[in-house]
C-alpha cells in the first residue's frame, strides 16, 4: 500500500515545499503535541500513525493513535 504522504526526498523539499511530507518512526508514529490557539499552552503529547493523520485532515479535528489500545481515538468521544 503506497503512502498518500509526500516522499521525503531532500531538506528542502520538507522545510520549503508545498507537500506534506510526516517523518513516522519505527513504529509508523509520529509524535503530536497538543496547544491551546489562543495561549500556546501545551495540552498533551500524543502519538498519530498515518490512519489518524489521515482522519484528522479529513475532519479538521485531531484523532490520535492510542498505543495502548491499539487504535485511533478522537479526544472526548473514546477519553477523558
Do not use: C
Request: charged share 20%; hydrophobic share 40%.
Amino acid at each position: 500500500m503506497s503512502s498518500p504522504f509526500a516522499a521525503r526526498t531532500s531538506v528542502e523539499a520538507v522545510e520549503e515545499g508545498m507537500l506534506l511530507a510526516p517523518k513516522f518512526d519505527a513504529n509508523g508514529l509520529i509524535p503530536v503535541v497538543t496547544t491551546d490557539a489562543a495561549t500556546g499552552e501545551v495540552l498533551m503529547h500524543a502519538y498519530m500513525n498515518e490512519a489518524a493523520l489521515l482522519k484528522t485532515l479529513e475532519t479538521g479535528e485531531a484523532h490520535y493513535y492510542s498505543r495502548s489500545r491499539q487504535q485511533i481515538w478522537h479526544k472526548g468521544a473514546t477519553s477523558g
